[in-house]
Nanobody
């Protein structure tokens, strides 16, 4: 069992920055770690993730503005968000897939961007 706890969301002006954090409990290793977002009335979509081999992937809409990073010792994955736009506003979720095939989600953290 893995529990994911996100933090770092909040209200920011357009053009501002936020750093989201996601701490994973337990000892299982992960084959994938990533961030997703869901705006009201829209489907949840991938924002950025780590794949096997350390490859990173980003949604086209955030390339050059967001960066995903991790600290394995702290079992934490981060999403560094800069040049935020009102359309980035959403609930952001952390997700992991473990080496034994389990998939877990955090409870989400709200990001609000004022214009």
């Amino acid at each position: 069992q893995v529990q994911l706890v996100e933090s770092g969301g909040g209200l920011v002006q357009a053009g501002g920055s936020l750093r989201l954090s996601c701490v994973a409990s337990g000892t299982l290793s992960f084959t994938a770690m990533g961030w997703y977002c869901q705006a009201p009335g829209k489907q949840r979509e991938s924002v950025a993730d780590f794949r096997s081999g350390g490859r990173t992937n980003y949604a086209d809409s955030v390339k050059g503005r967001f960066a995903i990073s991790r600290n394995n010792a702290k079992r934490t994955v981060y999403l560094h968000m800069s040049s935020l736009k009102p359309e980035d506003a959403a609930v952001y979720y952390c997700s992991v897939i473990t080496t034994v095939g389990g998939s877990y989600w955090g409870q989400g953290t709200q990001v609000t961007v004022s214009s």
